[in-house]
Nanobody, 125 residues
Framework: QVQLVESGGGLVQPGGSLILSCAASGFTSDYYTTAWFRQAPGKEREGVSCISSNDNTAETDSVKGRFTISRDNAKNTVYLQMNSLKPEDTAVYYC???????????????????WGQGTQVTVSS
């Protein structure tokens, strides 16, 4: 049973930084693609950033230059470094993963099989 646990959310002032972590367990594959999604109140869930089986990455335009995704395979953990945070970044952030091998990752939620419970990020002064 694959399980994902997010951590690192919280309250931060505009311009501040946070690092989100997504710890995975129960994988039987060495190749997996993972993404971060977010959902703000009253809005649809959107893909934020992803990292493919061979470490290609992608980001949505609104976070380019501010957010960076990375992973530590030894720890089965994927990180989302978020800098220069804005109030519009406020949302519940979810990580999602699939054990299917993908050369390039996707920011479409249907591409992922397993989801975490989410962590709240609030950007406010």
């Amino acid at each position: 049973q694959v399980q994902l646990v997010e951590s690192g959310g919280g309250l931060v002032q505009p311009g501040g930084s946070l690092i989100l972590s997504c710890a995975a367990s129960g994988f039987t594959s060495d190749y997996y693609t993972t993404a971060w999604f977010r959902q703000a109140p009253g809005k649809e869930r959107e893909g934020v950033s992803c990292i493919s089986s061979n470490d290609n990455t992608a980001e949505t335009d609104s976070v380019k230059g501010r957010f960076t995704i990375s992973r530590d395979n030894a720890k089965n953990t994927v990180y989302l470094q978020m800098n220069s945070l804005k109030p519009e970044d406020t949302a519940v952030y979810y990580c999602a993963t699939t054990s299917s091998f993908y050369l390039y990752c996707s920011l479409v939620s249907g591409s992922y099989d397993y989801w975490g419970q989410g962590t709240q990020v609030t950007v406010s002064s």
